[in-house]
């Protein structure tokens, strides 16, 4: 028996622990059919579904349970992954998403934010001053 969110990390499903617990606190792991809190017991034989961006969901089974790090192909041993292939629409969906880029404005979009000339440009544009 491990916790749920070490388990998602050793087994490389995310990059890092917190990641995995940020996860699981807003409901995008569900374990046997229920939502699951970073401190659940996994067991061998549980069915964990992930959903990430992009409406791409990730279905896996747990082999083994480990929670110390390991290198990644065996990290990779750890679990089945039983996800279905993706539909001709979700295949579809996800290649016109991944051409139009990040949206503009979204958090992670990578634009910096305005320096100080551009914040005063904005406040007059708006009226602000």
């Known amino acids: 028996m491990v916790r749920l969110d070490v388990w998602l990390d050793v087994a490389c499903v995310f990059k890092t622990r917190s990641e995995a617990q940020r996860a699981c606190k807003g409901g995008k792991v569900v374990v046997n059919g229920h939502r699951a809190k970073p401190n659940r017991e996994l067991h061998v034989g549980d069915e964990?579904?992930?959903t990430r961006r992009g409406a791409h969901n990730r279905r896996i089974v747990v082999t083994t349970?480990?929670?110390?790090?390991?290198?990644?192909?065996q990290a990779?041993?750890?679990y089945d992954d039983v996800t279905p292939p993706?539909?001709?629409?979700?295949?579809e969906?996800?290649?016109?998403?991944r051409r139009a880029g990040?949206?503009?404005?979204?958090?992670?979009s990578h634009q910096p934010?305005?320096?100080?000339?551009a914040r005063r440009a904005l406040r007059r544009l708006k009226g602000a001053d």
């Open 48 to 50: 964990i579904e992930i």
């Open 65 to 73: 349970a480990a929670d110390t790090h390991l290198p990644k192909a």
């Open 76 to 78: 990779r041993s750890l």
């Open 86 to 91: 993706p539909t001709p629409q979700e295949a």
């Open 93 to 97: 969906l996800r290649e016109i998403l």
């Open 102 to 108: 990040p949206v503009p404005g979204a958090r992670n």
């Open 113 to 117: 934010s305005p320096d100080r000339r």
